[in-house]
């Protein structure tokens, strides 16, 4: 087990997830601390994704426990769970292409009815996220990868979470701007946001996680400190060695 | 009415009228990847609770246009709850044929509560028109045009100002990510439902109105003249609809102004395949932008299919061959007759939709084709009948497959489109093309069946007749499907990707498909032609293509005896139960709404 705290934000326990009759998840188990960022690593079609579509109920799991803050998830849709306090950065982004920068993050704040202080955190967004100032009248499909995932962060925080999920929020940015998200990710957490995050690219994960697991074809074959992760030979080989070559 | 002007100021107004109904539309499908084939049903509603409102209820005339919004409103919000919402993860052809379902049903019930007879739709304008340069306006044009206008506004106002109308944005650019969002996709499926029925109702009475008449007949023109309009705009693209709109009413104003009034229809499903195949994402859609997401039709509910012992096959052709020796009556036969006809058309739709996977909703055009064919070679050139039925047969084969050629490239729901406007061409082209096919006169006095020079007239050389061909039919199509080509069918319609990897050659394998079904279905229609003596552009309609698609989804998809079983239980049970005629097509609407509600793999199992 991790070394989290005594009463985890997020719990998955012995989750089996199917797609038709392939199997995807073998009794997952995973916790997130509150106040931790966790970090799931794994090759491509271990199930990271699927992970993720379970917390946020876009799948449903035949058999195990979801539980946040100690209320299950279980039979809740999306936007219930949405409106429980967790929040996502998708895979791949997922902006919506045709409406503006700014529609795009008030949309974050679809579930809030505060409009003053909506505007108040949009301005913070700007300040958290100063480039994206010039692009707020701008199609959001028009926008760089990295612009993109910008806007994607900034869109999650809006709903004031607390808990944000991320698929591979670094996929296909360049070096600078995956040192400028992680640095985000851990401004984010310090804010006391939980983060649980979903990341081929083990080294960079390793740097700004607490705790982290390894999911290979479902099964998790790894967990602990990212410290104690970081310098165990098995994930040395399997990912480090990988991702950096890369 | 003769000035360009009057045809421009025509097909300005026509166009607002589609527009509405377009509108809705492109909501719904920007929303759910659904062309709904309902709207034309509830502008038929909203036509008729405008008769009721203007006529029994002499409201004044905003009140009869508010009246028409809420009520059809509501009856979008019962489809949506009742129709759709339960179909949310069946496949994706599942909500499509719901909606076909939903329109019988809705059209059966206006039929059956107001009589098929058209009615006067008084529009309680005054009747004046002024003067506008070379042509004249009154009235009513700018009513409609002021609907339009506002509808117009108050939608963009929505979208654009209202936190639903963000949702409805949100959700129709990625619906996961505006789940993400906190957004609710029912409610904004209710919304937009709401709004693409008032809209369409309230088109259906101002068009009611516009030609001071209304039948039921207008329902599927309108839902056909919306999904033209919508497509040609971008399916899915709001204002696109509207310009989409426009440019249908202009076409087909100039059009008639030209080649005359029976021509109008014919310009719209021409430019609807004109776009289709070229320019599948519309006229506006950038060349960049990403296709809407693919469509796939198949309509492949996991099933095991029941698998009947040989024995039991032949007994059951044994005893249906011997039936005419046993004292059944005239009636039985006839019945059967009828059943044997839709069979060998089940058998010709369910390779093309259930083998294939191209769902076709223009299925009778092929049986038109057979029987014009059949009748003119017989009674112009004097063939044999039953040369002639051969010819019928190979003639729907080829045409059928060289008019749904240019649509080889599209999937899922285009698929459908595409063929209910080639059905509707064909229909067309028979009306108009006078000089061979006798117009809207029809063809008349054609020879009965004959074989070997012996007529066949009397009731049981009939049944032996239709019966044989069928199991002849039937028997081919089973031998065709166990050898590799029934295994190439089945990869291209579970996935025609990985199939074109494996290098089969896409479009010779739908060819070869629609060439077997076209040649079924053409002598199917051949025989119906010496049967009934008589056949006109209406005799083979799309009501028959839904119905034998109802057939074919009865006895599960692909499934060849399923086919025949499908045909026999459609046209034998409301036999049985004697329902009256006005009945049956009611009954159908609701088979089909229940079979795709609760057992998709049909009675027999899909293959
Ligand atoms: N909607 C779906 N239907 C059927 N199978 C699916 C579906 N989504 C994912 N799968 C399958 O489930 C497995 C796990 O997919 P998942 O997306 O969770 O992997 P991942 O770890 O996120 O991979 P990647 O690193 O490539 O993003 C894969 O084999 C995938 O093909
Ligand atoms: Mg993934």
Redesign the pocket.
């Known amino acids: 087990m991790t070394t989290g705290a005594p009463e985890p934000l997020l719990a998955l326990t012995n989750v089996n997830t199917f797609?038709?009759q392939?199997q995807?998840h073998f009794d997952l188990s995973i916790t997130v601390g509150r106040g931790h960022i966790v970090c799931l690593l794994?090759?491509?079609?271990?199930?990271?994704?699927?992970?993720m579509k379970i917390i946020l109920g876009l799948v449903k799991p035949r058999s195990g426990e979801v539980t946040f803050d100690g209320a299950s998830l279980i039979g809740l849709t999306t936007p219930q769970i949405v409106r429980r306090g967790i929040a996502s950065v998708p895979?791949a982004r997922r902006l919506f292409a045709d409406m503006s920068v700014r529609e795009n993050i008030l949309m974050g704040a679809f579930v809030r009815n505060d409009r003053e202080a909506i505007a108040r955190d949009l301005d913070k967004m700007l300040t958290l996220f100063p480039k994206l100032g010039q692009r707020l009248s701008q199609r959001a499909g028009s926008l760089s990868g990295g612009e993109q995932q910008m806007v994607a962060m900034a869109r999650a925080l809006m709903s004031r979470p607390r808990m944000i999920v991320m698929d591979?929020p670094t996929m296909g940015l360049s070096p600078l701007y995956v040192d400028r998200v992680l640095e985000l990710i851990r401004t984010i957490n310090q804010e006391g946001v939980s983060v649980f995050m979903?990341e081929?690219n083990a080294s960079l994960a390793l740097e700004i996680a607490h705790e982290a697991y390894v999911l290979q074809t479902g099964k998790i074959v790894l967990s602990g400190s990212a410290r104690t992760l970081k310098d165990d030979p098995r994930v040395r080989d399997a990912y480090l060695g990988g991702s950096e070559a890369a | 009415m003769s000035s360009w002007l009057d045809y421009t100021i025509n097909g300005l107004i026509v166009g607002n009228v589609y527009a509405l109904v377009a509108v809705g539309l492109a909501l719904i499908f920007g929303v759910s990847r659904l062309i709904n084939f309902a709207q034309g049903s509830i502008y038929l509603v909203g036509a008729y609770i405008g008769w009721v409102a203007v006529v029994q209820l002499h409201t004044p005339l905003p009140l009869t246009i508010i009246f028409v919004a809420v009520v059809a409103a509501l009856v979008g919000l019962i489809i949506e709850r009742f129709g759709l919402r339960p179909l949310q993860n069946s496949v994706r052809i599942a909500p499509l044929l719901a909606t076909i379902g939903i329109s019988f049903v809705l059209d059966q019930l206006v039929m059956l509560t107001f009589s098929p007879n058209p009615r006067a739709l008084p529009s309680q304008l005054p009747d004046v028109r002024f003067q506008v340069g070379g042509g004249t306006i009154g009235p009513l044009d700018l009513l409609i045009a002021g609907v339009g206008i506002s509808s117009a506004l108050l939608l963009f106002v929505f979208l654009r100002y209202s936190k639903l109308g963000w949702a409805v944005r949100a959700a129709s650019q990625d619906r996961d990510a505006a789940m993400q969002m906190g957004v609710d996709v029912n409610r904004v499926n209710q919304a937009v439902f709401g709004i693409a029925a008032a809209l369409g109702g309230v088109s259906g009475l101002l068009v009611g109105m516009y030609y001071n008449q209304i039948d039921t007949a207008m329902s599927l023109q309108a839902t056909l003249k919306g999904v033209v309009a919508e497509v040609v705009g971008g399916a899915g693209n709001v204002p696109g609809a509207v310009v989409g709109s426009l440019l249908l009413g202009l076409v087909e104003s100039y059009g008639v102004a030209v080649f005359g009034t029976s021509y109008r229809n014919l310009f719209a499903f021409l430019l609807l395949v004109v776009v289709l195949v070229l320019r599948p994402n519309g006229l506006f859609a950038s060349a960049r932008q990403a296709p809407p997401e693919p469509l796939t039709g198949t309509f492949i509910a996991p099933s095991r299919p029941v698998r009947i012992p040989r024995w039991a096959l032949l007994v059951a052709v044994a005893v249906f061959a011997i039936l005419p020796l046993l004292p059944v009556s005239f009636y039985v036969l006839q019945t059967l007759i009828n059943a044997w006809l839709l069979g060998m058309l089940a058998l010709s739709l369910t390779l093309v939709a259930g083998t294939i996977g191209q769902v076709s909703l223009g299925h009778a055009a092929l049986l038109a084709i057979g029987a014009y064919t059949s009748a003119l070679l017989s009674l112009t050139l004097s063939v044999p009948v039953g040369l002639a039925i051969i010819a019928g047969g190979l003639m729907s084969a080829a045409l059928g497959t060289i008019l749904i050629s240019p649509s080889f490239r599209l999937r899922g729901h285009y698929v459908s489109i595409a063929t209910l406007a080639i059905g509707e061409i064909v229909s067309l082209v028979i009306l108009n093309w006078e000089s061979v096919t006798r117009g809207p006169i029809g063809i008349s006095g054609i020879p009965p069946l004959s074989l070997f020079g012996y007529d066949l007239i009397d009731p049981k050389s009939v049944y032996w007749f239709s019966f044989t061909v069928m199991v002849v039919l039937a028997l081919l199509q089973a031998r065709l499907l166990s050898s590799h080509l029934g295994r190439s069918f089945r990869a291209i319609r579970d996935d025609d990707i990985a199939a074109r990897a494996y290098g089969l050659s896409l479009n010779r394998y739908k060819s070869l498909a629609f060439i077997f079904g076209g040649f079924a279905a053409g002598v199917s229609g051949g025989i119906a032609a010496h049967l009934y003596s008589y056949i006109n552009h209406e005799t083979f309609n799309t009501q028959q293509s839904i119905l034998a698609l109802t057939v074919v989804i009865l006895g599960g998809l692909g499934n060849v005896v399923g086919a025949v079983v499908g045909a026999v239980a459609l046209v034998g049970l409301p036999e049985v139960f004697r329902i009256a005629a006005e009945y049956r097509i009611l009954i159908y609407g609701i088979v089909l709404l229940l079979l795709v509600r609760f057992r998709p793999q049909g009675l027999l199992g899909t293959i």
Do not use: D, I, L, R
Not at chain 1, 44 to 51: D, E, I
């Open positions: 797609y038709g392939a995807v794994g090759g491509n079609a271990s199930g990271k994704s699927t992970t895979e591979e979903v081929q």
